[in-house]
């Protein structure tokens, strides 16, 4: 099993910042690909970022230029920097983990984010 907890959501003003962290712990060896979900409220779950183990990463096109994702192998943590934030960025994010891009069955329980004046 592999647990993931999120952190660093929060209430922001539209332009601003945050960041989120996943720490991922447990059976974690295999563990190829981690990405950053999102779901607002009445809409699906949506992928906002996703990186593999060996850097390579992909995003929405909708925060494209204003989110990075990254991670630190020698903290199992992966992080979400969100940049120039907009009120449709208000979600619930969630961290996720698994072996490829089809087979990612570990979620975290969310955080969230909050942008409004």
């Known amino acids: 099993q592999v647990q993931l907890v999120e952190s660093g959501g929060g209430l922001v003003q539209p332009g601003g910042s945050l960041r989120l962290s996943c720490l991922a712990s447990?059976?974690?060896?295999?563990?190829?690909?981690m990405g950053w979900y999102r779901q607002a409220p009445g809409k699906q779950r949506e992928l906002v970022a996703r990186?593999?183990?060996?850097?390579?990463?992909n995003y929405a096109d909708s925060v494209k230029g204003r989110f990075t994702i990254s991670r630190d192998n020698a903290k199992d943590t992966v992080y979400l920097q969100m940049n120039s934030l907009k009120p449709e960025d208000t979600a619930v994010y969630y961290c996720?983990?698994?072996?490829?891009?089809?087979?990612?069955?570990?979620w975290g329980q969310g955080t969230q984010v909050t942008v409004s004046s």
């Open positions: 996720n983990a698994g072996y490829n891009i089809l087979t990612a069955p570990y």
């Open positions: 447990g059976s974690i060896s295999n563990i190829r690909v």
């Open positions: 990186i593999t183990s060996s850097g390579s990463t």
